[in-house]
Every structure is written in structure tokens, then in C-alpha cells.
């Protein structure tokens, strides 16, 4: 295994690093109002609108910006460093033309209440997007607003209330069911639409307990939210049956898309049943995420629920684009303005790029790529597949190392940490919460073989080191640029201080 040593600075924030007086750059006074094509655009305020006092900034020159970030970025760990195979999470390269697409001043320069007239260009982007990613998903039409998955999932379940409430059945209909495999955010996003969740096993195939559904569903059922593939990584082939139970017993099957990588091209969640999916585009479109954002969430659904879409909608009327606030049957407004359109247009341009052939031979190689891994991994003997271990997997995997911990008092997450002293980056440990001490590995299309072996061989290494020398491993990683994290600390709102003005006013 080659070294890997993370660089350590003690790097200051902007503030501290700032002198009085310094700049970077001064932008130039601008004396006339500048005339553009499109009405009169100002670029001075009018003297009441200004400030008096200058905004309190860290003053720096640009050379030192430069430096700070790149020294930041030297203590960081990215996808364009090498294998992140975050289960579920689908760590995908980030094409590079994408950023350039979502760059390019044609769209970065637009304001979102200029006339309509002015922006026919996006809107016609944005509106070309959701057809095609209605196309994909076999839906009928798509909503481009939410700004995560989870987000994509409180509109579903929105969506699913307004449909009870027109057939004047949302009393009754108070549950959502969820298989026990399901990410954390499918039950809190049905509570916070108002439903109970009611969760359903998975049998010993890794699939939902169809017995159990059948019990599960009632006339209380307002529906059930699914990924397929699960997240073990597993294809639930019963999805017609499950959709007829649900559907029969009057409820609404909602698609998680955090899986659809593994399927792109190949088999589509509306032609399975679904009446709503939501797209997690930071995922499958290869847009930059992790560390909390930014995404996207779009939902495409089914002709009966197209008119509980929130508004505006971006139509067509045959001359020209415009936006539609006329929709009695609306949820309403979910976020500002189009959603998060700079993460749309790279999905956009990943789309445009890769061409139907290609979203196909990602998916196929992303599989391909979890299934090399599968059959590598066990070969190690200290990693068990929990679940059919003779059935492929799709995009992902999940180990085990209940095993391996009983006999050495290593766990999951001290093996994620000590891949990180190789320069990998750790898996999703302990999710999902049906498999104990559960790894589960991601590496999507974008990683060649050498560097899926390489993360084997890390997993050999890791297995014979907990025998001879667990304590090494129990205060992994050494080779980071920070070890270990209080991970409750860090994300509990009140110990973060998220602005240097909390920052000041706290050690006053
Ligand atoms: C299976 C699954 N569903 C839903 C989500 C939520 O998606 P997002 O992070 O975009 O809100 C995730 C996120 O990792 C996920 O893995």
C-alpha cells in the first residue's frame, strides 16, 4: 500500500489571517448607469439604499485567499482524490464540463424575477430537464423544486395527503409504511407530513416480508415509500406484487430515488408501480455533494397526481415558456424560486453528456464495479454478506464484521477509520440498521480496478492487523489531518458556532 500522509496545517480562519487596509480586489467606482439590452440595470444604488458603514469583512489579499483555501483543501479528503465508496451516499466522479455548464454567466447573471421574456433560455433548460428526467423515471411529470432527497420525500408524502384529502379519505389515512431497511429520513419525512410510520420487516432474502406487508396494509394506509434497489443493495423483484397490495388497499407507492444509479436505463420506478419518485440528482447526475450540500430533490409522478405539483410549473404554451401559478389542486410553494439551479443545470449537462447509451453503461458498471467487490471481499474470510450471499448485488453492498469485533474488539467504525490512514475513504458504517456492524460500499462507475483493488487489499491489511495489533486500529486514523472527531460535539447546533459573529461573541 503506497503512503498516504494528510497535510497539517494549523490554518487560522479568514478573520485572523485578515490585516486592516489589505485587499484583494477593488472594484471599480462605476460613475454612469450602464444601459443593458433588457430595461435599465443600474450598477450603483441609489445613494439612500447604501450603506453607511463598510460591511465588517476579513481584508486579505488574494494571493492569501488562495493559500487558504488550498491549504484547507490539503487537510480534506474529495472524490477527486481517490475512492469514496459511501454507501448510499453514491460518491460519483464530478465531470468537469458540468461545472462548467452550471458556470457560464448566461445562467450565473440571471435574477429570478426578471420577465419572463428574459429568461426563456433557462426556462427552457429547466423545463427540457424535466422531461427528460420524467423519461427516465417512467413518470408523467416532474417538479425540479426540492432541494434534497429528503426534501423530494416530505413533497411525496405532501403530495400523498393532498390526494386522501381530495377523495376525502385523509382522515382515515394516517400511515405510511417503511421497511425496516429504509434510510432515516423516509420515517421523518412522513412525520413531519403529518403520517404515522409503521414499519415492515425484510424477510431472510433482505427484501420486504411480503406476509407482513399484507398484515401491514389496512384502509389506514396512505402509502409506502421504497428504494429499489434497497439499500443492501438488493433488487426487490416482488415490486409489482408490492405495488398491488398497496394499491389495492387504496394507498400511493412512493419511490426513494437515492438507488436509481443501479438502475439508470435499465428499468424505470413508474413501470414498477410507482406513483411518485424522487430523484436524488446530487447522487445519480454526478453533482458535487457530501458535508451537508447542496442537492437537489426532484419528483416526477403519475397522471392522476400531476396536479398536486407544487407551483409554479415551467410550461410551454407553443410560443414561448412561462410560469404557472394556476393550480387550485397545488401543495403550494415548497422553495424559493426554480430549486437549486446550479445543481440542475450540471445534471443537465451529465445527462446531455453521457446520452441514454451511457447513463446505461454507468449503471451497468457501477454494478459490475459492487459485484467485483462482493466476490473480492469475501474471498478476504473476515468480512461476512449478511443476506442471499449467492444473489447479486446492484450498485452496493453491505459486510459485516460482527465476527471479526467478537474475536478482536475492532468494530465497523474503527475499521472505517483505519481505511482512512490508506487514503480511502470510509464506507457507511452502521447503516442500514437491520445488519450489525454493518459496512456498506458504494463505488459507483467512476473508480478503475486498481483502485477497488487497492481498497481490498487496504481490507486484507485492516483484518490481519486487528488480530495482531488491535490497539493500532482502535486509535485509527494517525495519517489524517485530524483524528478523531466528537461527532456528537460537531453536530449539535449549540457547540457550533457557524459565524464569526457567534465566534466573537461567545469569547467576549
Ligand atoms: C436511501 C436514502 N434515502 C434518502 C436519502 C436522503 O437523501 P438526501 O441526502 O439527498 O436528502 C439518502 C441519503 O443518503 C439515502 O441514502
Known amino acids: 500500500m503506497s503512503d498516504f500522509r494528510q497535510a497539517q496545517w494549523n490554518e487560522p480562519i479568514l478573520f485572523e489571517l485578515g490585516h486592516k487596509g489589505r485587499r484583494g480586489y477593488i472594484v471599480p467606482e462605476v460613475e454612469k448607469p450602464i444601459k443593458q439590452e433588457v430595461g435599465d440595470v443600474y450598477t450603483l444604488l441609489p445613494e439612500k439604499m447604501r450603506r453607511k458603514s463598510l460591511p465588517k469583512l476579513p481584508e486579505l489579499s488574494e494571493v492569501e485567499v488562495v493559500r487558504h483555501f488550498t491549504r484547507l483543501s490539503q487537510m480534506n479528503y474529495s472524490v477527486d482524490l481517490g475512492l469514496y465508496p459511501l454507501g448510499s451516499c453514491t460518491m460519483k466522479y464530478n465531470p468537469r464540463i458540468s461545472d462548467f455548464l452550471a458556470s457560464l454567466p448566461s445562467s450565473t447573471q440571471l435574477h429570478p424575477y426578471q420577465d419572463e421574456e428574459t429568461v426563456q433560455g433557462i426556462l427552457e433548460l429547466l423545463h427540457t430537464l424535466s422531461k427528460w428526467l420524467a423519461e427516465i423515471t417512467g413518470t408523467k411529470e416532474v417538479s425540479l423544486q426540492p432541494a434534497a432527497g429528503a426534501h423530494g420525500e416530505f413533497l411525496g408524502a405532501l403530495i400523498m395527503r393532498a390526494f386522501h384529502e381530495l377523495n376525502d379519505d385523509l382522515d382515515k389515512r394516517t400511515e405510511l409504511i417503511i421497511p425496516d431497511s429504509s434510510h432515516g429520513t423516509n420515517p421523518a419525512s412522513a ?7 409503521l414499519v415492515v420487516p425484510s424477510d431472510k432474502t433482505g427484501c420486504i416480508d411480503i406476509d407482513a406487508l399484507q398484515a401491514a396494509v389496512s384502509n389506514r394506509t396512505a402509502g409506502l415509500m421504497l428504494t429499489n434497489p434497497n439499500t443492501l443493495g438488493i433488487f426487490e423483484e416482488n415490486i409489482q406484487e408490492i405495488a398491488g397490495i398497496v394499491h389495492d388497499a387504496g394507498g400511493l407507492l412512493h419511490y426513494d430515488g437515492a438507488n436509481l444509479n443501479a438502475i439508470l436505463g435499465k428499468v424505470r420506478p413508474g413501470d414498477m408501480g410507482f406513483d411518485i419518485v424522487h430523484i436524488n440528482i446530487h447522487k445519480t447526475f454526478g453533482t458535487p455533494h457530501g458535508g451537508g450540500g447542496p442537492g437537489a430533490g426532484p419528483i416526477g409522478v403519475s397522471e392522476q397526481l400531476e396536479k398536486f405539483l407544487p407551483v409554479p410549473r415551467i410550461v410551454n404554451d407553443g410560443k414561448s415558456y412561462r410560469l404557472d401559478y394556476e393550480r387550485p389542486h397545488s401543495v403550494g410553494k415548497i422553495r424559493s424560486f426554480h430549486g437549486n439551479v446550479s445543481v440542475l443545470l450540471r445534471a443537465y449537462a451529465y445527462i446531455l453528456s453521457l446520452g441514454a447509451e451511457g447513463l446505461k453503461e454507468a449503471a451497468e458498471i457501477s454494478v459490475l464495479n459492487a459485484n467485483y467487490l462482493v466476490k473480492k471481499i469475501r474471498d478476504l474470510g473476515a468480512y461476512e454478506l449478511p443476506y442471499d450471499a449467492k444473489r447479486p448485488r446492484k450498485h452496493e453492498c453491505v459486510f459485516s ?12 467504525l474503527n475499521i472505517s477509520k483505519r481505511l482512512l490512514d490508506y487514503g480511502i475513504h470510509a464506507p457507511t458504517t452502521y447503516f442500514p440498521s437491520i445488519v450489525e456492524e454493518a459496512l456498506m460500499i458504494e463505488p459507483t462507475e467512476s473508480f478503475e480496478k486498481e483502485e477497488l483493488d487497492r481498497f481490498v487489499q487496504a481490507l486484507r491489511i485492516i483484518a490481519e492487523e486487528a488480530k495482531a495489533n488491535p ?25 457550533m458556532l457557524l459565524s464569526w459573529n457567534a465566534y466573537v461573541k461567545r469569547n467576549v
Open 191 to 197: 412525520t413531519m407530513a403529518g403520517f404515522n410510520t
Open 401 to 412: 464484521v460482527k465476527s471479526l469485533s467478537k474475536e478482536t474488539g475492532v468494530r465497523a
Open 471 to 495: 490497539e493500532l486500529i482502535l486509535n485509527a486514523p494517525q495519517n489524517t489531518s485530524v483524528a478523531r472527531l466528537d461527532e456528537v460535539k460537531a453536530s449539535h447546533p449549540r457547540t
